[in-house]
């Protein structure tokens, strides 16, 4: 099930409870923290997430998924893989 745009798996995230974080899907782009560029970027292709994207993973998605010291994929490159999965799946 697509969880997000960007491949983080929304039900497992630390700030969806503290944060009350519908996540983007939910909440069109708009999780807890205001606007998602990652979010932004995939709705305005027309994409359900960043898997069906043929410019995965772009500058912006590797950043978060392997580089962001504080919201960065724990293994680096979690994300890319799970939206990999979901494109594989028909997601």
């Known amino acids: ?50 898997g069906q994207c043929p410019d995965m993973p772009c500058e912006t998605l590797y950043f978060f998924s392997y580089l962001d010291k504080e919201h960065g994929d724990n293994p680096p490159g979690a994300r890319i893989e799970v939206l990999k999965k979901w494109l594989k799946e028909g997601n």
């Open 1 to 50: 099930m697509v969880e997000s745009r960007c491949g983080l798996i929304c039900s497992e995230c630390k700030y969806r409870e503290p944060c009350n974080c519908g996540g983007c899907v939910a909440t069109n782009g708009h999780p807890f923290y205001g606007v998602c560029k990652v979010a932004a970027c995939c709705q305005g292709k027309g994409f359900e997430h960043c």
